[in-house]
């Protein structure tokens, strides 16, 4: 069943709602920055019973946070950002749920299998989530790695999910196109999820309210989550509050991913 998921990202060390397509080596165009650090989210997760929300590493210098977080919320908070073969077992030993993996798994815009193999048989398919953020083009939804800067020859479609679901016990997909500019979620990229998933699948990007919850809800036939990042009240924004997201995940009875496995 649908449900709210929450999110904290981190980007020069510091909290930050980002729009996402202007991430690059230079900066990052941001909605929102926070006063406060990423424990202070975490504990606020974890005294309201949020469950499977994602940690993610924008670039370079998060490091503390990170460790602040995941120390925070033991086991609450999914952590992306630079996963590897050589780290993937520090997160989860320093508290993370899961590890969230994308450009790992390509070497430029090819995937590979093999990388895939060995970081999902090193974690455990259990402890593993696969990013497939990605955006549109003529040829379909095709996955954007390298801080959604580099399109993939990858497209989202329902082979390609069939494949990748016995590695991996989630998938995380933003819709870059969208991600920041509260101009309304990807409703046919969450319908066609809908259609095409099999295991927790969490969405993101464009959400303005609660409203959106209800319409994911509806897209996906249930079988979709939703993040609602910059139009958060703890985040700045003024279309929600977490109290709300909170409430109605208790009302239509949401099951976190992370308590399905």
Known sequence: MTAFRPCIDLHQGKVKQIVGGSLSDSGAKANFVSDHGSGYYAELYKNTGLQGGHLISLGQNNQQSVLDALTSYPKGLQFGGGVNLDNALNYLNAGASKVIVTSYIFEGNQFS?????????????????????????????????????????????????????????????????????????????????????????????????????????????????????SALDIFGGSGVTLDECVKWNQQNNAEIGDTLV
């Not at 479609?157 to 933003?174: R, S």
């Not at 046919?188 to 309210?209: E, H, K, N």
């Open 113 to 229: 299998w093999e990388k895939l193999s060995d970081i999902s048989a090193l974690v455990g398919p259990e402890n593993l989530v696969l990013d497939l953020s990605c955006k549109k083009t003529n040829q379909g939804w095709m996955v954007a790695t390298n801080r959604w800067q580099t399109i993939t020859n990858v497209k989202i479609d329902a082979p390609l999910i069939g494949l990748l679901q016995p590695y991996c016990a989630e998938f995380l997909i933003h819709s870059a196109d969208v991600e920041g500019l509260q101009a309304g979620i990807d409703d046919d990229l969450v319908s066609a999820l809908g259609q095409i998933v099999s295991i927790p699948t969490t969405y993101a990007g464009g959400a303005t309210s609660l409203r959106d919850l209800d319409r994911v809800k509806e897209l996906s036939a249930g079988k979709v989550d939703l993040t609602i990042g």
